[in-house]
């Protein structure tokens, strides 16, 4: 009887628990903010870096290009025009990193890779692809900005 009373009440709690529905909290005043769609969505441009056609670069011109790209990335990020960046683990693709453009279009992020000193020394490519993915990912970079011990070069 006790096993049957313990198991009734777990049963009750859990239905109860499950039946209920999260109080959601939408914000409009963000959701507009972020430009962002009915379902929280919005277009971005997802950009592959792979290694370039550049392979007689010195060590010296590459360092240089990469502290330019490097800076180039946190020019852009400052202006919300990128919203992740980063470098892919050694690969047998030849994959280097991504970007993640806060525009709508191949053209307008035609542009902002044109920026990037790597890419014009054609130590990397950039292979570029719309995208559709939650508005929410634009806030990102403030997190980042509250978690990181060190900032980044």
């Not at 550049?54 to 590459?62: D, G, L, Q, R, V």
């Not at 690969?91 to 990193?97: K, L, M, S, V």
Request: with cysteine; hydrophobic share 40%; glycine share 4%.
């Amino acid at each position: 009887m006790k096993k049957s009373l313990s198991l009734f009440f777990f049963l009750t709690v859990s239905v109860i628990g499950f039946s209920q529905e999260t109080d959601a909290k939408y914000d409009e005043a963000l959701a507009k903010s972020l430009h962002a769609d009915e379902y929280c969505m919005k277009k971005y441009v997802f950009c592959l870096l792979k290694s370039g056609t550049n392979t007689t670069a010195s060590k010296e011109e590459s360092k240089k290009l990469f502290e330019g790209h490097m800076k180039n990335i946190n020019k852009l990020a400052k202006e919300g025009k990128l919203v992740v960046a980063g470098p892919f683990m050694k690969n047998d693709r030849n994959y280097r990193g991504i970007y993640i453009f806060n525009v709508e279009t191949i053209d307008e992020a035609k542009i902002l890779v044109a920026t990037d000193p790597a890419i014009k020394a054609n130590l990397l490519e950039a292979e570029l692809t719309p995208w559709y993915a939650s508005a929410a990912l634009q806030e990102t970079l403030k997190i980042h900005e509250k978690i990181s011990k060190k900032k980044m070069q």
